[in-house]
T-cell receptor, first 111, second 111 residues
Framework: NAGVTQTPKFRILKIGQSMTLQCTQD?????MYWYRQDPGMGLKLIYY???????DKGEVPNGYNVSRSTTEDFPLRLELAAPSQTSVYFC??????????FGPGTRLTVT | AQRVTQPEKLLSVFKGAPVELKCNYS??????LFWYVQYSRQRLQLLLR??SRESIKGFTADLNKGETSFHLKKPFAQEEDSAMYYC?????????????FGGGTRVLVKP
C-alpha cells in the first residue's frame, strides 16, 4: 500500500514551458486535493476533486488545470509556467472528512 | 474568509521542557481544527484533531472558541518532537475537508 505517490520529485522549468505533475493514490479515496507551499508559508489549496469526473477550484487556481478521469489519479497541469509558480506542490487524498493523506511533494523551480 | 495564524516561526526548547505552539483562527462557522506535523524527510501527517479530544504522542490541543485559539501543548518535549507543525482549519462540506493552513512553526528540541 503505497498511499499517495507523486512524480516527479524535482523539476526545473523554463518560463513558458508546460508540464504535468502526477498524483496517484491506492486507497480508493473519493476526495483528492492539490496544494502549493511557498517558502515560509502554509499550504494553499489549488484544486480539489470529490470523485472521478468532478473537480473544482480552490484558493489559488490561476495558471493550473486538473482532471480526474479515474478514482486513483489526479494530475495537475501547469500551462505557460511563470516564476510565481516556483513552489513545492503537495497532493493529498481523503476517504473521510477528518484526515488527509499527503504525498511526498514535488519541488518545482521556474527560471 | 477563514484564516489561520501561527505567530511563531521557530520554537527552540530543551528536552524535558514544556512546549506550546500557538494557533489562532478566524472563521464564521463552527470550526473543525487539526494539527499536522512533518518530521524530517517524512510526509505531512495528521497529529491530532480537536473533535477527537485525544492525546497523541503526549500532545494535547484545546479549542477555545472565545479566544479563537487551538494551541498545541506538550508538558515534556522530546528530541523526536523536532519537526514542522501546521495548524489547519477545515471547511467541511461537499468537498470533504478543504483545509486552510497556518504558516507553520518549526520546533527544535535541544538535548
Amino acid at each position: 500500500n503505497a498511499g499517495v505517490t507523486q512524480t516527479p520529485k524535482f523539476r526545473i522549468l523554463k518560463i513558458g514551458q508546460s508540464m504535468t505533475l502526477q498524483c496517484t493514490q491506492d486507497m480508493n479515496h473519493n476526495y483528492m486535493y492539490w496544494y502549493r507551499q511557498d517558502p515560509g508559508m502554509g499550504l494553499k489549496l489549488i484544486y480539489y476533486s470529490v470523485g472521478a469526473g468532478i473537480t473544482d477550484k480552490g484558493e489559488v487556481p490561476n495558471g493550473y488545470n486538473v482532471s480526474r478521469s479515474t478514482t486513483e489519479d489526479f494530475p495537475l497541469r501547469l500551462e505557460l509556467a511563470a516564476p510565481s509558480q516556483t513552489s513545492v506542490y503537495f497532493c493529498a487524498s481523503s476517504g473521510t472528512i477528518y484526515e488527509q493523506y499527503f504525498g511526498p511533494g514535488t519541488r518545482l523551480t521556474v527560471t | 474568509a477563514q484564516r489561520v495564524t501561527q505567530p511563531e516561526k521557530l520554537l527552540s526548547v530543551f528536552k524535558g521542557a514544556p512546549v506550546e505552539l500557538k494557533c489562532n483562527y478566524s472563521y464564521s462557522g463552527s470550526p473543525e481544527l487539526f494539527w499536522y506535523v512533518q518530521y524530517s524527510r517524512q510526509r505531512l501527517q495528521l497529529l491530532l484533531r480537536h473533535i477527537s479530544r485525544e492525546s497523541i504522542k503526549g500532545f494535547t490541543a484545546d479549542l477555545n472558541k472565545g479566544e479563537t485559539s487551538f494551541h498545541l501543548k506538550k508538558p515534556f518535549a522530546q528530541e523526536e518532537d523536532s519537526a514542522m507543525y501546521y495548524c489547519a482549519l477545515s471547511s467541511i462540506g461537499a468537498a470533504g475537508n478543504k483545509l486552510t493552513f497556518g504558516g507553520g512553526t518549526r520546533v527544535l528540541v535541544k538535548p
